[in-house]
């Protein structure tokens, strides 16, 4: 067993506190990563409050992980010592049904095994990033550029394949006309993929304050939601929105945006049901879809892709004593647009 420092909460309602543990001996196929950031997603405050009623505690959260590998299995075969390695929501899946096979683990017909809050195969709760190392098969690790920022890259794990993967399922195109519902985490790296695919992007956002930061971040228009009146003359004209809001909210309003055939994709999820009118998705034939991460691949993809086109996530890096406080900022929307707790204050 290798012995871990981590931050753990015990129960919906505790804070984050220093939490020792210690993680499964590594095996033939195992990488051993130390981590050096772990973002921190709006995600790990629905579980650590269990709002979303599937909480298992005690509960070290984290799925945004980047770190340096210290040691590798017998069987390892593509990552070696000293390789900079992430890890994303999830450490391991069937392998062998029909989603597995496609590289859409993340859909894994037994279930994905989730990076925490999850039970692993011996029956021993996982325990994801906010700690000083983490123990995953090599196939579950994903390989990152040196050439990148790193605090910068671990919000890529989460938020960047989140927003990443259904822009290019539905195949957003230039000329296009994407809207981003909320400037946060994920929103924010949907402008900059969007932005980046050519289309004409639209941030939906209920901070007015955030304008000038959206327009940096390759934002054409910027919408405050408080205003309906605006999103009245709207109507109709956008081919895909993505919807990253983590509270409840009206939908209503945003699927009156889309053209014929257009659709919203729900990436968000908010603790309370989401009440949708007929007569917002029965006009112009829309659709109301989702999106969950994506499959390993493809986060492989979105970060190759990020190394060229220097892409990363905007951050505040944070020693991991603020987390408490990162959790009640992240509520308000006050981050600009990930925190990052840097592993070495641990
Ligand atoms: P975040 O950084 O907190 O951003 C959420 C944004 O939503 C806020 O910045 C704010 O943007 C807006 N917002 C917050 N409260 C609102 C309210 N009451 N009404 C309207 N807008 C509000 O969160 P995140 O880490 O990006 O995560 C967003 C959601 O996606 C969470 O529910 C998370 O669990 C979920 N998620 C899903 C997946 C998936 O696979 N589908 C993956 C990761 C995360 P403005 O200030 O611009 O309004
Ligand atoms: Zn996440
Ligand atoms: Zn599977």
Redesign the pocket.
Known sequence: MLPTRGYATQSPMDQLKPFNFERRAPEARDVVIEILFCG????D??QARNEWNNSIYPMVPGHEIVGRVTQVGAEVTQVKEGDLAGVG?FVDSCRVCANCKEGLE?YCEVGALYTYNAADKDGTPTYGGYSSQIIVDEDYTLRISPKLPLAGVAPLL??GI?TYSPLRHFNVKAAQRVGI???????HMGVKFAALMGAEVT?????AS?EEDARKLGAHNFVV?KNAQQLEALASQYDFILD??????DINMYLNLLRRDGVLV?????EEPVAVNAFSIIPNRRRLA????GGIRETQEMLDYCAEHNVTSDVEVIPIQQINEAYER??K?D?R??FVIDMKSL
Do not use: D, M, N
């Open positions: 921190v997603c709006h995600s405050i629905h929501c993340q989460c938020a989140t519902v909320g400037l946060g985490g994920l929103g941030v939906f956002s209920t901070s955030k939601t990253t809001v983590s509270a409840t909210h729900l990436v968000g999820a908010p989702g999106s969950g991460i992240t509520i929307g981050v647009y990930r």
